[in-house]
């Protein structure tokens, strides 16, 4: 009888052993939030909302929380790929420089969104986190150093902040090459020639090949991003009676600056921008929104009117520039220190680098000559703008519930091209609070 006990004992357990039980989890619960994701992002896109809602966590919060079909949903979402809504700047500058970086870029706006430039001063011992009073986890994206600095002693500081994939902009006269040490030379990519009594008008180099060309960004930014322009001043223009421009109740005075000449203009009213074209500060030309125009044969698009404050213009090709690589002593020859000559973003007409860019995809370093001799014109201050914007961080940023990131993604790739071309990920996750 024990026999046969174990006898059905040693069956059992082998049938449990080679034949075990099958057991099935669902996945419905993932899946559907998938379904769910997918949809909400082919929504937006088929309503006009998806790029509204990559970058506005509101907007995207209300959508979502009208729109799903299932209850008890926790949602976040990242863009990554492109400039963010906030840029935090390092600057390694004097308080009126630091100052003047405040006022230039001052609530910018592409592709319809607005892009705030936080500044803070840093040294370059310890470079300042520079955090974002609103998100104290948010450190710097990109370095400006303004002015000559001897930088050998700081070149494991620049080099570990590049290594977070932040970007370096400087600019520096040179007035000898032992002025160029190591840090210029690796970092920087720079290498002194000499001197020159060189003088002349400063260009693009080239027209980059394709959107992998080193200096495709920075050129593509020049072009495209709108330069915001002030207007403060409560002025009513003269008009002449000719040519068809009729007067406004109210005008706001601004100026915008080429090659050191201040070509005034005044904003009509919320669809029409008076300016004078040929600096005899008489309103000879009325523009609106999304309109060519130009001024001393040169192209520009008026590309939003922001009430009576403000207007965004876009340069087009090709651009050139008053010499601003001339010092007190004459000019000078910085090249790239690999003699790649294709890393020269800007030259002037005698051949002489006024710019130069330089590092991989996710280390990324600018140079451009002193700019401030004559004064700051708006064709500069753009230049800088798109070297700072170009060399800027691109990671990945939470929009909506950023800290959240719990249950499941999906991504979508998308494009605006409003302003400029910008291609971007936008990440959307779905997920359940007790899962």
């Known amino acids: 009888m024990l026999e046969m006990i174990l006898a059905v004992v040693a069956i059992y357990v082998s049938f449990a052993i080679l034949f075990p039980g099958f057991y ?4 419905w619960g993932t899946a559907s939030l998938i379904v769910e994701s997918k949809d909400g992002i082919l929504t937006m896109e088929r309503i006009g909302k998806i790029y509204e809602n990559s970058f506005s966590g509101t907007s995207l919060e209300s959508f979502l929380n009208t729109s799903m079909s299932v209850e008890n949903i926790l949602f976040w979402s990242e863009i990554e790929g492109t400039m963010k809504n906030k840029i935090i700047l390092d600057c390694n ?17 592409f592709n319809g969104r607005d892009i705030n430039v936080i500044v803070c001063y840093t040294d370059l011992d310890r470079i300042n986190p520079c955090n974002d ?18 930088t050998n002693e700081y070149k494991n500081q620049l080099q570990n902040f590049l290594s977070q994939g932040n970007g370096i902009v400087e600019i520096m006269d040179f007035s000898s090459g032992d002025q160029i040490g190591t840090t210029q030379k690796e970092v920087f990519g720079l290498r002194w020639v000499g001197s020159s009594s060189d003088s002349k008008d400063d260009q693009f180099r080239r027209k980059p090949n394709n959107a992998s060309d080193i200096t495709y960004v920075p050129y593509k930014n020049f072009y495209h991003f709108p330069l915001p322009l002030k207007a403060t001043t409560n002025t009513t223009p003269d008009i002449p009676t000719e040519g068809g421009l009729q007067a406004c109740s109210n005008f706001t005075e601004g100026n915008f600056t080429l090659n050191k000449t201040a070509y005034y203009f005044w904003i009509c009213n919320a669809n029409s921008v008076y300016f004078d074209t040929n600096a005899n500060v008489i309103a000879d030309t009325i523009v609106s929104e999304h309109q060519n125009f130009t001024i001393s044969n040169l192209n520009f698009s008026l590309r939003y009117i922001d009430e009576f404050s403000k207007i965004g213009v876009s340069f087009y090709p090709e651009y050139r520039f008053g010499d601003f690589l001339k010092t007190g002593s004459g000019s000078f020859d910085v ?49 800088l703008l798109s070297l700072i914007i170009s060399t800027s961080n691109k990671r990945t940023v939470g929009i909506l519930s950023p800290n959240l990131k719990i249950g499941n993604s999906v991504s979508y790739i998308n494009i ?20």
């Open 93 to 109: 500058c004097t308080e009126g420089q630091l100052s003047l970086i405040n006022d230039w870029f001052d609530r910018l706006k």
């Open 335 to 383: 090249e790239p220190f690999d003699d790649d000559k294709e890393k020269i973003l800007i030259n002037n007409s005698g051949g002489l680098p006024v710019s130069i860019v330089n590092g991989t995809s996710n280390k990324k370093v600018a140079w451009m000559a002193e700019f401030s001799d004559d004064g700051y014109g708006d064709d500069e201050k753009l230049l």
């Open 24 to 27: 099935h989890k669902s996945e």
């Open 133 to 150: 009073p609103e998100d104290l986890r948010h450190t710097a994206d990109v370095l400006l150093i303004w002015g000559y600095k001897n």
């Open 416 to 435: 605006n091209n409003d302003d400029i071309f910008e291609v971007y990920k936008f990440n959307l996750g779905l997920g359940h609070p007790y899962r």
